[in-house]
T-cell receptor
């Protein structure tokens, strides 16, 4: 699975959009980009995934560059409850299911 | 639908003992994965089971083993516990077996080895 690079920490003001970047320059054509988050002491929570096109759901938007070498997770109106560690993961489409977690980005939403 | 459940939630064991952790996936989910989380190593994949077969295994010693039952419930076992096995053990289940998939995590079992 391709490796991802994320900033270790970010801050965002409550009510503003939080934009979390992820670099995955070695991604291959059969790999999806997934985002998960982990709020303190809880199990990770799935947020969104994408292959080539931008995706949006009730939690967030995912913007993937045309060359697929990087992506951005956008939380449109961050709240204090969005404070968590966010993980960007690249994983193969087929085969056994295995998520390789990096260190993630610790996002702090400030009031 | 009920989420992924893990039992017990907390466990204290002594070095050299063995431990069994249990995971009940979301109803209808046939894939169960196990992860270990420690402050030093982060979240690491242990193994994944689908239809009672281990399909993938992480880089852990043979002391770590698992199994899955016909109802998709899974157990993991750690034998001859070491202090370094103290961790949060997370179980995740998923519905699909190919294509894009979402894994749903349980709350974890916090194991302390003394």
């Amino acid at each position: 699975d391709a490796k991802t690079t994320q900033p270790p920490s970010m801050d965002c003001a409550e009510g503003r959009a939080a934009n979390l970047p992820c670099n995955h320059s070695t991604i291959s054509g059969n790999e999806y980009v997934y985002w998960y988050r982990q709020i303190h002491s809880q199990g990770p929570q799935y947020i969104i995934h994408g292959l080539k096109n931008n995706e949006t759901n009730e939690m967030a938007s995912l913007i993937i560059t045309e060359d697929r070498k990087s992506s951005t997770l956008i939380l449109p109106h961050a709240t204090l409850r969005d404070t968590a560690v966010y993980y960007c993961i690249v994983s193969q489409i087929q085969g056994a299911q295995k998520l390789v977690f990096g260190q993630g980005t610790r996002l702090t939403i400030n009031p | 639908k009920a989420g992924v459940t893990q039992t017990p939630r907390y466990l204290i064991k002594t070095r050299g003992q063995q431990v069994t952790l249990s995971c009940s996936p979301i109803s209808g989910h046939r894939s169960v994965s196990w992860y270990q989380q420690t402050p030093g190593q982060g979240l690491q994949f242990l193994f994944e089971y689908f239809s009672e077969t281990q399909r993938n295994k992480g880089n852990f010693p043979g002391r770590f083993s698992g199994r899955q039952f016909s109802n998709s419930r899974s157990e993991m076992n750690v034998s001859t516990l070491e202090l370094g096995d103290s961790a949060l053990y997370l179980c995740a289940s998923s519905l699909t077996t190919s294509g894009a998939y979402e894994q749903y995590f349980g709350p974890g079992t916090r194991l302390t080895v003394t």
